[in-house]
């Protein structure tokens, strides 16, 4: 019995072990990280793929809607899915036991995210709405002075905000509200930078933003249908349920889904033409040489095993590849960013609004990169460079007052009349 007693209590000259604090990060198990985590070995996959395939049609059912509607629609769809993202983002670090101790501290988020919304969509927006009361006298003069203090207005939204902030500290909370202060700017940059590429793609023309959020749909799609039934070698730890298989596959359909979702595309003159002011009906302008059709003659040895010698493509065709090539091999790693971000804070997803998908900034990771991407592209590659015409006629409406734009009429009257003469 003694030496039991003695076993098991530590006398005082023992010297006490002292245990390492466990890691609180979850340390994936063996099985898991060899493959035990996929889809053809999750035994519930057919259901979760069934609550995922009735989503899906929905989502898309609805975005298709929005985008027969045209740009303002799209646009509203995108403002729509900003507030979201930010709501599903603003609570993730959120606390209640402190939110308790700081009444109006939620509300001074929203104040900052909507100063970021005016302040982006002000600029964004500006000539659209100059283009569309140029017709009214009052309107236009109240529009063009709300733009050149646009800025300004901005500013001083922030700065009360900033105030706001400074006024509401409180002892023993600095370090929790200096975190939410950090987090919502954070927050800001990166809904918002997606966000404004995104609308100006949509006024570029809705072919610059259909195109490039249907792929990442259709990378998606198949990148879960060809894990879900030929999927055995992981990609990456960050994504376990992610293959090599289904990034192949899916890689392959969005490439060749480029091409020939940019002809069909391509061929719509409401989707192809820019939108320069805020109306809602649709339009019709000149194509433009990347969407006019060139032929090109097969070589023979392909006319041999199909029927057609020739075939039609649009050159916009060529860019779409580009396109593709970006939204699957590129675009992905939005994802795999979003999935190491999740796991950082032990969390399955941002949100449940998406039953089968989790939150709407789950299925908006790899649209805030291709978007960025999008952009970038169009104003390197594709959009003409130099001064033109409209250009000089937006900075004319926008900067001068209606007397200066009188007296600048009167005197380019005055120098053609004078060339007129000479000549």
Known sequence: MQKENNATVPSATTPRIRHRKRSNEVIPEPSKANGGNLLVNDRNKYKSMWIRTHSTFWMIGGFALIVYMGHLYITAMVVVIQIFMAKELFNLLRKAHEDRHLPGFRLLNWHFFFTAMFFVYGRLLSQPLVNTVTSDKFLYQFVSSLIKYHMAVCYFLYIAG??????TLKKKMYKYQFGQYAWTHMI????????????????EGIFW???PASLIVINDIF??????FFGKTPLIKLSPKKTWEGFIGASVTTIISAFVLANILGRFRWLTCPRKDLSTGWLECDP??????ENYILPGWISQWFPWKEISVLPVQWHALCFGLFASIIA???GFFASGFKRAFKIKDFGDSIPGHGGITDRMDCQMVMAVFAYIYHQS????QGISVEMILDQILTNLTFEEQQSLLMKLGQILQERLEHS
């Open 209 to 211: 933003f259909l195109l």
């Open 381 to 384: 590659f594709v959009m003409r």
């Open 188 to 203: 800001l940059i990166v809904v918002f930078t997606q966000s404004s590429f995104t609308v100006a793609n949509i006024f």
């Open 332 to 334: 992905p790693f939005g």
């Open 223 to 228: 990148a879960y249908i060809f894990g879900f």
């Open 162 to 167: 900033f105030m706001w902030f400074i006024l």
């Open 288 to 293: 433009g040489p990347l969407f006019k059709p």
